[in-house]
């Protein structure tokens, strides 16, 4: 019996464990890309998760949730809005959102195939990694939802929530992407370690109440109604801003304890100092958000502090991640 002998590409596998053919191309290319790229797409991923809650928040500020009348497509048989004289400004604001998640998919997508598939890194880090895609293709579903249901409050709610937890997971991975796989090694004291923790936590609660105070006034994005959350504006505003204070009041101690610690290691010392600034740079943010915070209260809202609010919203908690990320180490 005659036959041809399998071509070297042909063969299941090869012996460093790669798959054969075009697959392996790709492997390769990945590998060439991966020392530059991977670093540019975590930063464009970040950026872009926080520029997703400024579009979103265009949407839901101008009353343009329902522009688009379905989902997928924007008008029934077509993706994109139908242009003519009585439409408004509304579905092109609503597209404009949509089309930005589409490019936020693409960068998931590179930091999924650069930082997902790096074998030179440990699984926590590459399954890290995924997490903005599975993040994105979530929130275009619950989005999908939002517009199907006729924007109903905790859906809305929830799509603000979700992107908030993308945007910390997404510095988090900045913050791993920097440093080694080895074991953790805490560069404070178990003071500061806790007071970080509940740091965190407050974080989240001023989150969390900051989509109930906006929800309850009248930049909620229902024009009918004026409100998505039938409570007391004012009064829910109110406990939001004690919860600030009591992020700045607990961020304060932090500073103090980490001033402590630096002089006692020494003004050159790598961990103390590393916190002391990156502490410093989130109490300015902090400091920001809530000067524009007060400063839209007593304006009336006007549309344009209120987004740059949410914008503060997104930088806020990359900086809250990243200072968490600088209270420890862990080596190469």
């Known amino acids: 019996m005659t036959g041809?002998?399998?071509?070297p590409d042909s063969t299941s596998q090869r012996e460093d464990g790669r798959p054969p053919g075009s697959p392996r191309r790709v492997v390769a290319l990945l590998d060439r890309l991966r020392p530059g790229?991977?670093?540019?797409?975590?930063?464009?991923?970040l950026v872009a998760q926080i520029g997703i809650v400024v579009t979103g928040g265009a949407v839901r500020l101008t009353g343009s949730g329902l522009g688009c009348s379905t989902w997928p497509y924007c008008e029934p048989g077509r993706f994109t809005p139908e242009f003519h004289g009585e439409m408004t400004i509304h579905p092109i604001i609503e597209f404009g959102n949509r089309t930005l998640t589409g490019v936020l998919l693409v960068v998931a997508l590179a930091v999924a195939l650069l930082a997902g598939l790096d074998r030179t890194r440990s699984l926590s880090y590459r399954r890290l990694?995924?997490?903005p895609l599975v993040g994105v293709l979530v929130q275009a579903v619950v989005g999908g939802i939002t517009?199907?249901?006729?924007?109903h409050p905790a859906i809305v709610g929830s799509h603000f929530l979700i992107s908030a937890g993308l945007i910390a997971v997404s510095a988090w991975l900045l913050v791993r992407r920097r440093e080694g796989d080895g074991p953790v090694v805490p560069v404070v004291d178990e003071r500061v370690r806790t007071l970080a923790r509940g740091l965190a936590v407050l974080g989240a609660v001023v989150v969390a109440l900051g989509v109930v105070v906006t929800g309850a006034g009248p930049h909620s994005g229902d024009e009918e109604v004026g409100y998505r959350f039938a409570v007391d504006p004012y009064a829910v505003a109110r406990v939001h801003a004690l919860s600030v204070w009591a992020f700045v009041a607990t961020l304060a101690v932090i500073l103090v304890l980490l001033a402590r610690a630096r002089r006692v290691a020494g003004a050159g010392s790598g961990g103390p100092a590393r916190a002391l600034r990156s502490g410093l740079v989130l109490m300015v943010v902090t400091l920001a958000q809530g000067l524009v915070g007060y400063v839209q209260l007593f304006t009336g809202l006007p549309i344009a502090l209120v987004n740059l609010h949410m914008l503060g919203a997104g930088v806020l908690i990359a900086a809250i991640a990243s200072f968490l990320g600088t209270l420890r180490r862990r080596a190469a």
Do not use: E, G, K
């Open 129 to 131: 990694a995924w997490a």
């Open 37 to 45: 790229w991977t670093q540019r797409a975590v930063v464009a991923n």
């Open 4 to 7: 041809t002998m399998p071509s």
């Open 147 to 151: 517009v199907l249901i006729d924007l």
